[in-house]
């Protein structure tokens, strides 16, 4: 307890004191929300705007976009072709143990060959914008396999074999539209216009190397002797590898007819940027069995 003496004491004291300067003074403590905080110590800086929101949520769609477009590729692409493969192999013919010919049959000799296909007709896997324009006059309707058969008197080529790849694939017929070749998805496409099997002429066959069957992505382990089999009608015709390399685009000229029969597998290589051909000619021919 104090004492009288002690509270004048130090009344005196706080008489006696003087006072501090006004300059020293600190400011009266402040109550401010956390976002007037933030906009307080973050006043030296410059602060988002309704363009930062934007970019902001383009941002977020665009992943979104990416994630989706991948999916879409996915499922479009490897899942696709397993789903292909998976399915096909339950309907798979059986393998033929022996598919080299018994009985070689004497061809017809070489007569005139009359071109079909444009002098000028692009390369499979050619883009428009990868070659000159191409005329409008010269190009044939599309006609179906028993049309060609009357005009041609040979059936179409319906299946490819390639025993040194582990080949086995149909064989559809493909056309120009718009001023490019159709590819054919899961099998080998025949060039519409071009040679028959067993014919004098260049039978043209195409297939992708990438996607969808992909069924020439082996093409380039061939080796040169390796031999080719095409089942048209109610034969197989047997070619022989002789040549294989790569050409541009635009060196339309393997499409060209030859005086002997003759089979160039045609598919794209090197990026896309150029195209591989290999290049086999008719070494004989049998009847089918069973058919």
């Known amino acids: 307890m104090t004492t009288q ?61 990416a994630l989706l477009i991948f999916a879409w590729w996915v499922a479009d692409g490897p899942v696709r072709d397993w789903w292909y493969v998976q399915q096909a192999t339950r309907h798979a013919p059986p393998v033929e143990s022996d598919l080299r010919p018994t009985a070689v049959v004497r061809l017809p000799a070489p007569v005139a060959v009359q071109r079909i296909v444009p002098a000028d007709a692009p390369l499979p896997f050619t883009t428009p914008d990868m070659q000159q324009p191409l005329p409008a006059e010269g190009f044939l309707a599309p006609r179906s396999p028993v049309e060609a058969v009357e005009e041609q008197g040979t059936p ?33 496409g025949y060039l519409h216009g071009t040679g028959l099997p067993g014919d004098p002429g260049n039978m043209a066959l195409s297939g992708h190397a990438g ?7 082996d093409l380039g382990r061939l080796d040169i002797g390796a031999d080719i ?39 794209c290589t090197n990026w896309d940027t150029q195209r591989l051909i290999v290049i086999g000619d008719l070494v004989g021919a049998q009847p089918l069995t069973g058919q």
């Open 5 to 65: 003496s002690d509270d004048e004491t130090f009344l005196e004291t706080l008489i006696n004191t003087p006072l501090t300067p006004a300059r020293s003074w600190k400011k009266p403590t402040a109550l401010r929300s956390l976002d007037e905080h933030r906009h307080q110590a973050l006043s030296g800086y410059r602060f988002r705007t309704w363009v930062d929101r934007w970019l902001h949520y383009a941002e977020r769609l665009f992943g979104v976009a």
């Open 156 to 188: 179409l080529p319906r299946r490819l074999i390639i025993p040194a790849l582990g080949l086995d694939t149909p064989v559809v017929e493909v056309f120009i539209v718009d001023g490019v070749w159709q590819v054919a998805d899961y099998a080998a």
């Open 211 to 217: 996607l969808r069957g992909a069924i020439f992505r």
């Open 229 to 267: 089999f095409v089942d048209a009608g109610t034969w197989r015709y047997q070619y022989r590898v002789r040549d294989m390399r790569n050409v541009w685009p635009t060196e339309v000229n393997v499409l060209d007819p030859t005086p002997t029969p003759t089979i160039t597998l045609i598919t």
